[in-house]
């Protein structure tokens, strides 16, 4: 099993440009979320999915979109990049709920200049 | 809502010694308590969990926590750290039935020969 890939794993966009960082997994889980890194700021929760066809905001939705087709993808779209989205992107899954482990893909580190 | 707060940002201490990172929870409700790791340049991985039971809880690489109601605490512990334990340690917490996490600010442990 791969578990969670994440591509690209760096990214440098102008500001305006838009992007999607995608994340896969292979593990058959039905929930899957997209979190942000900043220094000194632990990891904010973007959007999540409990499954194909359902997406729920988190902490810091704002400039952000997400779609969930399939079970396996969850992709997410940055519309007129920032520099406040500069970041480490973290996607992660699991089974089900808030009370099993997550599984963390490597990261794609984006700078927005 | 919950929240996570630690205490600590950073956290120097010498091979073969003892460590303790500190957590604290403020919620209304009952609570999932977990510790994540990420060493460099990767995503997290999960320590251990508190979800009910026994208040001491143990993880891998000898990590352990305790579970303190009273206090709202769940402080990580190791008796004796290693130079790979080098890394940023997370607390999070998650309410029942809750879909997702809140992640505190993390602790850096560095580990010095």
């Known amino acids: 099993n791969a578990g969670v890939t994440q591509t690209p794993k760096f990214r440098i966009l102008k500001i305006g440009q838009s992007m999607t960082l995608q994340c896969a997994q292979d593990?058959?889980?039905?929930?899957m979320y997209w979190y942000r890194q900043d220094p000194g700021m632990g990891l904010k929760l973007i959007y999540y999915?409990?499954?194909?066809?359902?997406?729920d905001k988190g902490e810091v939705p704002n400039g952000y979109n997400v779609s969930r087709s399939t079970t396996e993808d969850f992709p997410l779209r940055l519309e007129l990049a920032a520099p406040s989205q500069t970041s480490v992107y973290f996607c992660?899954?699991?089974?089900?709920?808030?009370?099993?482990?997550?599984?963390f893909g490597p990261g794609t580190r984006l700078t927005v200049l | 809502a919950q929240s996570v707060t630690q205490l600590d940002s950073q956290v120097p201490v010498f091979e073969e010694a003892p460590v303790e990172l500190r957590c604290n929870y403020s919620s209304s409700v009952s609570v999932y308590l977990f510790w994540y790791v990420q060493y460099p340049n990767q995503g997290l991985q999960l320590l251990l969990k508190y979800l009910s039971g026994s208040t001491l809880v143990k993880g891998i690489n000898g990590f352990e926590a305790e579970f303190n109601k009273s206090q709202t605490s769940f402080h990580l512990r190791k008796p004796s750290v290693h130079i790979s334990d080098t890394a940023e340690y997370f607390c999070?917490?998650?309410?029942?039935?809750?879909?997702?996490?809140?992640f505190g600010t993390g602790t850096r442990l560095t580990v010095i020969p």
């Open positions: 999070a917490v998650a309410g029942p039935g809750a879909n997702n996490l809140f």
């Open positions: 593990m058959n889980h039905n929930y």
């Open positions: 992660a899954s699991n089974l089900e709920g808030a009370h099993n482990e997550q599984f």
């Open positions: 999915s409990v499954g194909a066809g359902i997406t």
